[in-house]
């Protein structure tokens, strides 16, 4: 009878834990969410949509600006998860590869800038730890992982926006030869 109990709390107590999780969620990201976009919308407003969007092509017209000093931006002054919106700048056949590049550097980032996404500072903080022990300095450690997010920010980048213009013009070639 003791292991149907225990399975009983368990199993409820798995509803429960959800439950806060949500609940932290409601408290916590959620209003900040809806914060930083009603500013970014209200600053986008301020400026002029024609100014900001100028400002985002020149920024998007080239790839390596597309996808390093774009993406960069969107991180580091909207932070994770607000700096995907900044995708809404750019053509949709572009907004796939500014994902990618921007997903694969709020890691990096916080190794110099840990408001970007604080939840990823775990993991810099850990390699720091083994690098303090050693009674070596983290700044060249930080600026290292922020240099090498920006290549891999690029690379994927380019990668990703290789790829979806492949799968476009595939995609278009099926419709064009089944009509």
Known sequence: MDFLIKLAEGFIGMFQEGGDTFMGLVTDIIPLLIALITAVNALIKFIGEERVFRFAQKCTKYFFLRY????????????????????RFL???????????????????TGLFPHATPAELFVYTGVAAGITELGLST???ALRFLLVGIAVMLLRG??????????????????????
């Open 68 to 87: 390093t000093i774009f993406p960069f931006l969107a991180v580091f002054f909207l932070t994770n998860p607000m700096c995907y919106t900044f995708g």
């Open 91 to 109: 053509p949709e056949h572009k907004k796939p590869a500014f994902y990618d590049s921007a997903v694969s550097f709020v890691h990096p980032v």
């Open 139 to 141: 700044g060249p450690l």
């Open 158 to 179: 380019v990668v990703t926006e290789f790829i979806t213009n492949r799968m476009i013009k595939n995609r278009e070639q099926n419709e064009n030869a089944a009509a």
